[in-house]
Every structure is written in C-alpha cells, then in structure tokens.
C-alpha cells in the first residue's frame, strides 16, 4: 500500500515540564527513542490521543536539537486536557511535518529580526529563535518582545532568564499585562510595549500570539514605518488533515495547514478578512 | 466505437456485473440513485441521480484506520484494503466532469490513498444527457452534455447504444465485451447537436460565468448582496452533501467496544462550528459561511486551477435546499441578473 499522510505514528512522551499553570511543554520520541522527524521552525504536527482526537500544535523546538521534538500546550479541550494529565512514557501519534515554516534558509539569513511574542504565541518562535542562536552568525542582530497576562504565564521562562538573557548577542525585552509582586520588568501589553521601544523599521518582524495582539501589534509596527512584506506572522485556523484535503483551514484560495501557516502580511493582505 | 442493440443491453449488464460489481442510476420509491444491479431495474436513462456519484470514490463514512490505547501503550493499525474493480454506469456529464475536480483536491500531493484506489479501480461509463432537467446548467460551464468525458462515453439514440472507449483503462475494459458489441462507425450518432441544442434552450444555460473567477475575490468578498441571499440559509448542509463537488471532511474517534475507530466523514462549511476555535469563530454567522460555499466554488478554486470553476451545474443545490437557495440565484445576484 503507499503512503498515508493520515495514518500517524507512534510517539513516546518522555518528559512533561509545568511551564505555566496552564502551559505544559512535552518531548516526543519515536519508539526507538529518536527525533520522529526533521522540521523547518514554524512547522507543525498533528498529535493525538487515540479515542480522544486530534490537534495540531506548533514544534516549539529547533531543527537544531538533534534528539527529541517539543511542544508547548496549553490546556483548552478534550485533547489538551488528556494531554495534560498523562505522565512521562505514554505514548500518542504523531504525524507531520506540516506547513511551509519561516523561511530560515531564505529570506530571514543575514537579516537582523525582532520576534515579537504574546503568552502560548512563543512556541512556534521558540523554534526559530534557538534556530537562529545556533546558526548566530548567519543573522544580524535579534530581539525579542516577549509577553503574557503574568510573570507565571511567560512560556519558558528559565530558558529565557537562563539562556536568552544571558546570550549577550540577543535583546529580550519581557513585559506582563499588569503589576504583581516578585516582578520588577516592564508592565503593559505587548502593542504599546513595542511603541515604546521604537524599533528601527528596517528590521524583519516575526509576530506570534493572541489575535488581538496581533491586530493592536501590526497597527503599531505600521505606525513606525515597517512594511507589511517585512512582518511574518503564523496563523492558527481550525484544522482537520493538515494536508490541504478537509477544507477547514481555507482562507481564500489558501489553505493554512498547506500554503500557511507563515504568512507575510502583504500575502494575508492578498486573502479575505476572514482568520 | 462500439454500438449494441438496447433489447441486449441486459446481457451486457449481466456479463459487466459478473465480472466486477456495477452500479447504475435506478429509479425506486420516488429516487434515482446509483444501484447496485440486479436485473428487472428501472433504469434511469435521463435526469440525475438524486445523490452524486461521490459516494464511491470518497464516502459519506469510511474507516481510515483502528487504533489501540491500553494505559502508557498505543497502537495503530493500518486496516486500508485495495480496493476491488467496479463500475459506474450511466454517470451524466456534469458528474464526471466533477471527478476532475475531487481529483484535483485528493490527488494532488501527498496523495489520499483511500481516494486513489477506488479510482484506480473504478471504470466510469458516462451517458451523454440526452433529456437534461430544468435545473440542468453544466454548458455554463464548458461541459458538452453531447461529449462526456469518463473512461468509456455511451450514447442512446433510438434503440442502439454507442459506446466509446476514452482513456486505455475504459479501451481494455470494452474490450473484454467485443462479442456482446459490434463495431460501429464513429459519425453513427446523429444526434449530438440535438443534445447541445436542448442543453443550450435550458432556462439556467446563459448563466453568465464570465464575471466570475480567480480574480474576484474583491469585487464580490464585501457585497451587500450576501446578507439577503443568505438570510434564510438554515445552515443544514444539505447543498453541501448533495454536491458533486464538495469535498470538506471531519475525521473523528469512534470506539466500537472493541477498540477505536478513527473515521473520515463528510463535513460541511455551512455547520457554525466548522471554523469554530478556542478563542473565537473566523466565521461568525451563517452569511460568512454562505458566502464561503459560493466563494470557493466561484472564486477561490479558479483561482489556484487555471481557472476551473469549481461547480460542475448539476442542479442538485437547486433542487435539493429546503430554502430555494442556490448557486444559480447567487450568481444571477451577484452578477447582476435579472
Ligand atoms: C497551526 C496551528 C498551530 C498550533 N499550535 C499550538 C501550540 O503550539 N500550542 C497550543 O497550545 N495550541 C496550538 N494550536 C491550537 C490547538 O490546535 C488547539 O488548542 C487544539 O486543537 C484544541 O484541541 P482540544 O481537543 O483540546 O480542544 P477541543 O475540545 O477540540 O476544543 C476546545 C476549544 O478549542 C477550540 N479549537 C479546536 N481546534 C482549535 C484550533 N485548531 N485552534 C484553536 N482552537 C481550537 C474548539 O472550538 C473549542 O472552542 C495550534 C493550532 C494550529 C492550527
Ligand atoms: S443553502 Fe440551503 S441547503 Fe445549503 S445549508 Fe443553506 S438552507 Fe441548507
Ligand atoms: S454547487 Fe450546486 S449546481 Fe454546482 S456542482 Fe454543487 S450541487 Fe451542483
Ligand atoms: S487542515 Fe485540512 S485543509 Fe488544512
């Protein structure tokens, strides 16, 4: 029989880290305790639980990592809950790569680039982010605008205060929605965050999070002068197949899971209103 | 070209359905569907199926695969089986020229393995439509109902049947009748410009396409028109499932009691939780999800074929929606019809 991109494979879950109260980020392996596969950052992978169902998570860590596949969860329905309940050694299915990723090898080489990220948005970043820090020479400078509700929503907060901050060649700039004791970083949301820090306009935007983030984000980032062909975004519609089939993810001509789920905006700019 | 005499066309239907299964349009209790054949039918040689022939090539239900939890341990099992020969007889013109357009979505790389072995081993006999309905548009968009595609093309004209092999897989599969068939001249078939003539008379043939395509996503996306066309939609996916062409599906978990079968099934972009997510719905009411039914056929499909559209007239939305509303009406509104 050929090849069936529905039919998945075996995943082992072998370690589950509490990242937020409602964020687990968990490594997967083959059987065999291998990466399931190679990806390009911004990819993503359908994973289940047999009985339960199917969803599609972004691949939080970078192609770079030789070992294992991660991806950071947040608790919202039936499949993310049993996620969440399962302990180290379950396994699930897995099957992906999906998606066209960030253009890494492309577009993005040499230039420099500002990440910017809102709550569980970081996970398809994270990606790229440790992408670029292993392959530090080949992009300019990096900064990152990074923010959530609050200091305990922060997605990978000890990789970021113990590997982003101390890396001397990247900028983290960490905001949370309102002030709470134990926080002494900026506070306010990430739109008027990133009005603040006034950006230089010739850099390469790749923009994660909330819709609204992104709306309030991209106004801003207009306001400073930056074109809609410079600013990538990863967009996150309901989807079924991950290969173009079932219909759910279209906007317009495209479908996500298959042209997307990187977009430009100037390219969303071709598609109806309608994500 | 082959031709046989109509009194003899039941031992051609014994000898097809002897060597592989055939299903043909039968009329019973008030419907015309694909039917298996037994003999003694009302075979319906004019008109439409009430369903389309999609069934056969990609379901209403099928099992895509079995799956196995039992605590920390999970299995899949791959139950695809190859699928056997059969054959659709009888397939009108505007149905077969829908095939192109499934083709197009679950052919297209990586291919649907359930897809392509029932179409590897479905043979397709079109029937040229010599008595369309009403509701019939297919010259709207470029099918000649005188010339049907498929691997083998039928005629009947008066009390012959014609028919001609298309593709290699329709040359071989006619070839196995050669001694129920006899050669028969090309030009036998007098009728031809008949049907166009009929076809071209229809009420709904001048349906203008031309205003349409890939290109006019802006010039209909924020029409006011959407909000009365679609105001009396119910959202109860019947055009969808009727439709040749339509091709949404869900997949989803099902345990039988002895283990978990996951199952594709037919979805429709009319349901309001097709789109819906955790925080929010791209589509929020049913003019949305109106509008993207006919957007897509009209607009969104040419626009990544060459041009294609992605309704093939059949008629079946027309005749079918409890509300009267159709492609036909959308396309006369928006186009600015009378
Ligand atoms: C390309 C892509 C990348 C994604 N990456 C991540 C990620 O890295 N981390 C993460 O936590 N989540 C991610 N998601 C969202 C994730 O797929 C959904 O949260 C998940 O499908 C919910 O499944 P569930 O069974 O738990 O919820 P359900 O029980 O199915 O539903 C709970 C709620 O979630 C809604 N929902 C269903 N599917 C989606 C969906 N695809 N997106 C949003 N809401 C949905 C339902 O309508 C309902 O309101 C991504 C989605 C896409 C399309
Ligand atoms: S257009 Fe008609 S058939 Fe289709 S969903 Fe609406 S009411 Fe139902
Ligand atoms: S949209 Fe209506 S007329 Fe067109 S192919 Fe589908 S059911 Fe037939
Ligand atoms: S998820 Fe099925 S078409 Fe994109």
């Known amino acids: ?168 060649s990247l900028e983290v700039y960490l905001t949370v929605d309102r002030e709470q004791p134990e926080w002494d970083g900026h506070v306010g949301f990430v739109p008027s965050y990133v009005t603040e820090l006034q950006p230089d306009p010739s850099q390469t935007v790749l923009m994660c999070g909330p819709p609204v983030m992104i709306k309030f984000t991209l106004a801003a980032l207009k306001e400073l002068g930056f074109a809609d062909t410079r600013i990538y975004t990863t967009m996150e519609l309901r989807m079924k197949c991950g290969v173009g089939k079932c219909g759910r993810c279209n906007i317009g001509s495209k479908y996500v899971c298959k042209d997307g789920p990187v977009f430009t905006f100037d390219q969303l700019g071709e598609l109806p209103d309608e994500y | 070209m082959r031709k046989l005499s109509l009194v003899s066309l039941p031992l051609l239907f014994a000898a097809i359905d002897e060597r592989m299964p055939l299903y043909l349009p039968v009329r019973s209790d008030g419907r015309v569907e694909f039917t298996r054949w037994m003999g003694g039918q009302d075979i319906a040689f004019t008109g439409n199926t009430d369903r389309s022939a999609k069934d056969f090539f990609f379901p209403q239900s099928e099992e895509l695969m079995r799956l196995r939890r039992e605590g920390k341990r999970v299995e899949v099992l791959d139950t695809r089986r190859e699928a056997e020969d059969f054959v659709l007889f009888g397939v009108r013109p505007c149905d077969v020229k829908s095939f192109d357009i499934l083709d197009s979505v679950f052919l297209a790389g990586p291919v649907d393995s359930y897809y392509a072995t029932r179409r590897e081993h479905g043979v397709v006999v079109s029937l040229a439509c010599h008595l369309p309905s009403s509701t019939c548009f297919c010259s709207a968009f470029g099918i000649d109902a005188a010339d049907p595609a498929g691997d083998v093309a039928a005629w009947l004209a008066g009390d012959t049947l014609y028919l001609r092999a298309n593709t290699e897989k329709g040359e071989r599969w006619l070839a196995a009748y050669d001694t129920l068939t006899e050669p028969s001249d090309e030009n036998a078939i007098a009728d031809l410009q008949q049907i166009r003539d009929k076809v071209s008379a229809l009420p709904l043939a001048k349906l203008n396409t031309a205003v349409f395509g890939g290109d006019k996503l802006a010039t209909f996306f924020d029409l006011p028109d959407w909000e009365s066309l679609s105001v009396a939609c119910l959202g109860c996916g019947t055009c969808t499932f009727v439709c040749p062409t339509c091709q949404c599906y869900d997949i989803v978990d099902f345990y039988t009691g002895h283990g978990i079968q996951r199952l594709r099934c037919w979805d429709s972009c009319m349901y309001s939780d097709f789109t819906k997510m955790a925080h929010g719905n791209p589509r929020t009411t049913q003019r949305e999800r109106f509008r993207q039914r006919f957007m897509h056929k009209l607009v969104y499909y040419p626009a990544e074929h060459e041009g294609v559209f992605g309704c093939v007239g059949c008629g079946r939305c027309l005749r079918k929606c409890p509300q009267a509303l159709h492609i036909a009406k959308v396309m006369r509104t928006l186009g600015k019809e009378d």
């Open chain 1, 1 to 168: 029989m050929r090849e069936e991109a529905l039919i998945p494979h075996i995943g082992v879950v072998t370690e589950i880290r509490q990242d937020t109260p409602d964020v687990k980020t968990f490594r997967v392996v083959t059987p065999e305790g291998e990466k399931p596969f190679t990806h390009i950052p911004g990819q993503c992978a359908m994973l289940s639980v047999p009985g339960i169902g199917e969803a599609m998570f972004s691949i939080t860590s970078s192609p770079t990592v030789a070992a294992y596949l991660e991806f950071s969860i947040k608790k919202c329905g039936c499949v993310t809950d049993w996620l969440h309940q399962m302990e180290p050694g379950q396994q699930i299915t897995i099957r992906g790569p999906y998606g066209n990723g960030f253009p890494v090898e492309g577009d993005l080489l040499g230039k420099d680039l500002l990440f910017i990220a809102g709550g569980i948005g970081l996970a398809p970043l994270r990606s790229v982010i440790n992408y670029v820090r292993a392959n530090r020479q080949r992009y300019g400078s990096v900064r990152i605008v990074y923010g959530s509700r609050s200091k305990d929503d922060l997605v990978d907060y000890r990789e970021i205060l113990e590997e982003w901050q101390t890396d001397e």
